[in-house]
């Protein structure tokens, strides 16, 4: 929802509520406020919905060593942008976001926010015995390797709050002698706060330390400084903080309290170094319960937020270490009836840390009336009667890299997928790709890590002077991270010059039979390129695999089925531009891959790729057809990569050419005693069909949905989505695997709508339920003022379905 589109005023509607309060004995004006009060919820809803911070590197995190662009840092809001040259911080710029767009249509290149900002100074000093030391680099500016911003430490990213530090601060006096200890710049950005700590860590020889902070800009100027007495001893930190209020300051007026439902108090205070409150949870006991390996249960946390005397949302971290499990997790904001508000909430975390241990971060905004009561539900294996879905960034920190890392999962036993975004670890998007609930037999341990071959990438080109063309620009947006449906969006270019643009759409779905991962894709050439090398979508580069299958067919079946020698060399094309005939969705199987003889093998599966849709034009010429082409990768044994490739050999493309792909990727047990999920249709085709191709088909044909629509519009087929256009929209569904996700937008309530099935002529009403109000998904979409609503449709056991989607007239805003 842009300003323009307000249909109510916050202020006009705060005013209504404190008039209507001193007539509380009439049951009208206590019907009245009762409204006013849940308008001014949904007024404050859609702010909290349309506060957003994005961070990208503008010329790529990693580059070709013959790219010596400069490695500028970046941050857009919906209130202010900045940009900051790491190899020199006089090179630094601050302003106003002239036009506002939403949090969906930021992640756009066009957007453009960073083009025309003005020149800022920002100050970073420390005076030591009487001598002025100051910092106009750090570590990653001093350095030339390939991997030089591994020092610029990225922590959480999402929609709400950007926090990195940069490490090992160069700090000089007037002659240029260096300053010899350990210093970082800690960054943490809110949508209308930036917040800069400078950190002496560790030994510091001196008797007396004044430590300073500046910014000079056109929206405003700050300053602060701190004094410190020396000697800083090893293991010691000293700080100084300074937040720029670019809007309205956050001051710690609230009052908000955080407890366990039905347990104890959490301690909150407000906490300067990242401009919010803080709710520490730390080694929660779950009373009462023990938990299970399935991770069936939630955290539930209840969160007040009264005393404000402002009308912009309340900013809230809930710091939990640990989380009952770090790898699958997804929390939604609730009512204090447990309902989802669709108010977004950032989701990040980390394993890899020993000094933090495994935690999660989940960053809100909560809106602010009289008082209001939140639920946080923090959800993992299961949401309801299916295992979640989720989608968010995963820091690197303790790892290594420590640029963009995004891991989706399905349940909470292992990764689902991993995405390297800023390419910090690898020099590909894709990396581990897993099965779900896939065990090694009828004997083998449940609920843990498994393996589906490694690796992938998307647009993939090089030219006479690129090795390859890397990601610049990339930004992302974590529209849901779950729990029915996950969507994340990836916005950017590849190449030095910004030769090809990027946009993507990834998401995943809750279910109980196996992974899907949706990606649509669209390349876009705003220059002319001739490329030695390109795909167009890769899996691969995986070791200790074999893949003594691969089967490749369209929307009737079956093409050609290929047994894989042995005795193939490495780097030879098993497949050579193969164009897939017929019909999309074409498809293609690694049937039957697994790992091979390793000493500690995990549980394994096999991959699939599945392209619903292929649409390019090229040089004027449309094509509906993908090609492949199938690299040998390694051997003893043989290993196949596979390559999505453009059609007939084509290198050479022109400004304007443009390339989209729906794709699914799946992965898939072998036989039936390898899959423990409850799916028992999935089960009997397993048992019927092992090692098959057909499993892969099943999915191409079974969920190549017809559909029937009315009182709405249908949007996408696979997963639903629907346009509501009245109070009833029927659906009625041709087809079906597994837990179909369908979601309905355009929808003026958040609650109040009922999902009821037909069946024999009656309507059933549709419940997952398992702890109360835990089977849907809300999101709040602030370009229309509307909500989304997802479910996930059981269809294996009948062909034909129909469901009614009933809104309440007198739903609750």
Not at 65 to 82: G, L, P, W
Not at 685 to 696: G, N
């Amino acid at each position: 929802m842009l300003k323009s589109h307000s249909l109510f005023h916050r202020d006009s509607l705060c005013l209504l509520v404190t008039r209507l309060a001193s007539h509380r004995g009439s049951g009208f004006a206590k019907l009245m406020m009762m409204l006013l009060i849940t308008l001014l919820l949904f007024a404050n809803a859609s702010e909290a919905a349309e506060n957003y911070t994005i961070s990208c590197w503008q010329n790529g995190w990693r580059k070709n060593a013959n790219d010596k662009s400069a490695d500028i840092f970046a941050i857009e809001t919906n209130r202010y942008a900045m940009t900051l040259d790491v190899a020199d911080f006089r090179n630094f710029t601050l302003g106003r976001i002239g036009k506002q767009v939403t949090y969906e249509q930021a992640v756009s290149p066009k957007s453009a926010p960073f083009s025309d900002l003005p020149a800022a100074d920002l100050l970073i000093e420390m005076d030591v015995d009487g001598e002025t030391y100051r910092a106009n680099t750090c570590e990653a500016g001093l350095q030339n390797g390939v991997k030089r911003l591994a020092s610029v430490r990225l922590w959480e990213s999402g929609r709400f709050v950007q926090h990195y530090d940069f490490l090992n601060l160069d700090f000089k006096n007037r002659d240029g002698k260096l300053l010899s200890c350990n210093t970082r710049l800690d960054l943490v950005a809110w949508p209308g706060s930036l917040t800069f700590n400078l950190i002496v860590d560790g030994t510091l020889d001196c008797s007396q330390c004044n430590m300073r902070l500046g910014v000079k800009s056109e929206i405003g100027n700050w300053r602060q400084e701190g004094s410190i007495k020396g000697p800083v001893k090893p293991g010691q930190e000293k700080r100084v903080t300074m937040t720029c209020e670019i809007e309205k300051a956050t001051t710690p007026t609230s009052q908000v309290t955080v407890s366990v439902v039905g347990g104890p108090s959490m301690p909150v205070h407000f906490d300067e170094q990242k401009n919010c409150y803080v709710a520490t949870v730390e080694n929660l006991r779950r009373r009462g319960r023990k938990q299970s390996a399935e991770l069936r249960e939630y955290d539930e946390f209840e969160i007040t937020v009264s005393g404000s005397d402002s009308t912009t949302p309340v900013p809230l971290l809930i710091d939990m270490r640990p989380p009952a499990s770090v790898i699958g997790v997804c929390p939604i904001l609730c009512d204090e009836e447990g309902q989802p508000m669709g108010i977004p909430v950032q989701l990040s975390k980390n394993w890899h840390y020993r000094p933090m241990g495994s935690y999660l971060m989940t960053y809100a905004m909560l809106p602010t009336t009289e008082r209001t009561t939140y639920r946080m539900r923090m959800v993992y294996g299961f949401y309801g009667t299916l295992p979640s879905a989720s989608h968010s960034q995963l820091c690197l920190i303790g790892y290594g890299g420590h640029g963009r890392w995004d891991q989706l999962a399905i349940g909470a036993w292992g990764e689902t997928i991993c995405f390297d975004m800023d390419m910090s670890l690898v020099d590909v998007a894709i990396t581990d790709i897993r099965t779900l609930m896939t065990r090694d037999g009828i004997k083998g341990k449940k609920w843990g890590w498994t393996e589906a071959g490694w690796g992938g990438d998307w647009l993939n080109l090089r030219d006479a002077r690129q090795p390859k063309f890397f990601p610049n620009n990339l930004k992302t947006a974590y529209v849901s991270h779950g729990p029915c449906l996950t969507d994340v969006r990836y916005e950017g270019f590849y190449g030095e010059n910004q030769e090809a643009g990027l946009s993507v759409q990834v998401q995943t779905l809750r279910t109980d039979d196996y992974c899907r991962t949706f990606q649509n894709l669209e390349y876009t050439f705003e220059q002319d390129v001739d490329a030695s090398k390109i795909w167009l979508y890769k899996l691969g580069r995986t070791y200790t695999y074999r893949t003594p299958q691969i089967d490749y067919g369209n929307a009737d079946g079956l093409i050609q089925g290929r047994e894989v020698p042995s005795d193939l060399a490495k780097g030879e094309l098993f497949l050579d531009n193969v164009e897939l005939t017929g019909d999309a969705p074409h498809w293609i199987s690694f049937t039957g891959a697994a790992e091979a003889d390793a000493a500690r093998s995990k549980p394994n599966g096999y991959r699939a790729l599945i392209v619903r849709r292929f649409d390019a034009v090229i040089g004027g010429q449309a094509y509906t057809n993908p090609t492949i082409s199938s690299p040998v990768h390694a051997t003893d044994p043989t290993n196949l990569d596979l390559e999505l490739r453009p059609p007939q050999g084509i290198r050479r493309f022109k400004k304007g050419d443009r390339i989209e792909m729906d794709i699914e990727l799946i992965t898939l047990p072998r036989v039936a005693d390898d899959y423990y999920g409850p799916n028992q249709g999935f089960k009997r085709h397993l048992a019927s069909h092992p090692t098959s191709w057909k499993t892969t088909y099943r999915e191409v044909s079974g969920n190549s949905l017809e559909l029937d629509v009315t009182g709405g519009r249908v949007l996408r087929n696979y997963p639903i989505v629907i346009q509501a256009k009245a109070s009833e929209v029927s659906v009625a569904i041709h087809g079906g695997v597994g837990a179909v996700p369908i979601q309905f937008c355009g929808l003026a309530n958040r609650s109040g709508q009922r999902l009821f099935q037909i069946v024999d002529g009656r309507r059933v009403a549709f419940d997952q339920s398992v702890h109360g109000n835990d089977f849907w998904q809300v999101d709040f979409d602030s370009a229309s003022n509307t909500y989304r609503i997802t479910y996930n449709l059981p269809l294996d056991e009948t062909v034909d379905t129909e469901w009614v989607l009933v809104q309440s007239s007198a739903a609750s805003r």
